[in-house]
């Protein structure tokens, strides 16, 4: 494959003939951004706008710039300018969207998408970005006919719109893979790898994992304790990799007491981050966030290691020919979607996905503190909002209205989310104040108030991942019917594995059936939560000590891969 010389140097070179090109400063900023130098991104933009003040392109280049170097405010300043000087370019409204979701102002930013649509509605990038950003909202305008259009698009390979959002869309493995693949056939053509790396003359397998989420994040709180179990077996070396600034959370010190080297490599370009993993010597590489926000699926295209994994954040394939293999079990990823993964599949004999064992739960505040009432069913879901699309609340709006004063608890969600909600239970025949809100809790708080759920009601396409883990651990069992993505399986996974296999249902019908069931007789309720309790202790779902055996295990067989 072809790949395109880097062209900040040819820009370089004209603007050292020309520096009063201020179209040329644009240009280059772009290219800084695009190879993710923030710092030189926002010199170039500002020595563009010296020589052109108030252009809108420099001015959206400064605000891309800005939102990388985590200076939110000033950022959606820069593009909210670009706008109103601009107002006609779709593209420039789609970055102040962007910025808008990360300060908070998440109506607004639903308007600056669908300006950015109403300026270009046949462009399916634009259309994917307002289809997430109201799913995220529960605003379901039109999402039927934004996610024709985007499915359309990947099936017909005219757009790359971002894989991680098209996990929500009701597709196929199939499509997903299409999706992808996509996705990293532009990369590919833009970005050169390294040369391959070198035999290592290091005796001990050199184990990096590269992420986003090494903090209070549910990737860390998934990891923490696998990591400490690594690092106690001792069989490798562990190199951790963070793209997030340290958060000063005990979930970090704990990361960074496990791991042999932990390396910042917070908001560096690049090709920087590519290099401190090539210098550390990286034998197998876990890419801990694939195609999901803040990964840099970048890095891992220049190939710093000659082994890359997709692992754990990103439930999918990643279509993408520089990741050789996916972790997964049976569960999960079976035999009959195979086909449809870019990458080699390696099975642990457990659940791929691990936990945080070493979480003591504190005890819960009461039900009044909480919202809920005293002594009814309580269902709860406490997935992202984008989860809660219209065909998994008319399943759990089915149940409640089955069940005589129960209520659904769920997380608060951005915007107005809460109370599209609740418009959408009173036209299903469901009173209003049956939605219950929990407002974003530290995890502890989180975890504490999770004691006074009944039962987990599951979503599809997109399962709980992290959610249900939690769960778990918290003693309320997971009710989830599977589906036939990577994505739709996780909760089942779990479930598969704890033995729980009841709680794996095959048609909406029988989920409605079966909560109904549970949340209508309190004794078999309890049952069920003890044969939870039970499971929990011996199924072998929660032993991170045996994960890290399984999981150094799959690590060896990958390096001496013929690939490696």
Known sequence: MNHAADPRIELRRALERNPGDGFAWILLAEHELDHGDALAGEVASRRALALRPGHPEALARLGRAQWMLGRRDDAVASLRAAATNAPDHPGIAVWLAHVLEDVGEAEAASDAYARAHALAPEEPQIA???????????????????????????????????PFAFLSEDASATEQLRCAGLRAGMLAR??????????????????????????????????????????????????????????????RARLQASAHAFHDVAQQPHARVAQRIRDAGIDVLFDLRGWGGGGTPEVLAMRPANVQVNWLAYPGTSGAPWIDFVLADAFVLPESIERDFSERVVRLPRCFQPSDTTRAIPAPPSRAECGLPADAPVFCCFNNSYKLNPRSMARAFAVLREVPGSVLWLLSGPGNADSRLRAAAQANGVEAQRLVFMPKQPHAAYMARLQHADLFLDTGPYNAHTTASDALWAGCPVLTHPGDTFAARVAGSLNHHLGMHDMNVETDEAFVARAVALGRNPSNLRELRDVLAQRRRDSGLF??????????????????????
Do not use: K
């Open 543 to 564: 032993d991170m000590a045996g994960f890290a055996r399984d999981f150094t295990d799959a690590v060896h067989r990958m390096a001496r891969s013929p690939l490696a």
């Open 190 to 251: 833009q970005i050169r790898p390294m040369p391959p790396a070198p035999a290592h003359a290091h005796e001990r397998l050199r184990v990096g994992f590269l992420s986003n989420g090494f903090g209070a994040h549910p990737t860390g709180l998934l990891t923490a304790a696998l990591f400490e179990q690594l690092r106690e077996l001792d069989a490798s070396d562990i190199h951790l990799f963070a793209l997030n600034a340290d958060d000063r959370s005990p979930i």
């Open 128 to 162: 994917a970005y307002l289809l997430a950003w109201r799913r995220r909202l529960c605003d379901w305008r039109d999402i039927d006919t934004l996610a024709a259009q985007v499915r359309g698009a990947v099936n017909d390979g005219t757009a790359s719109v971002e």
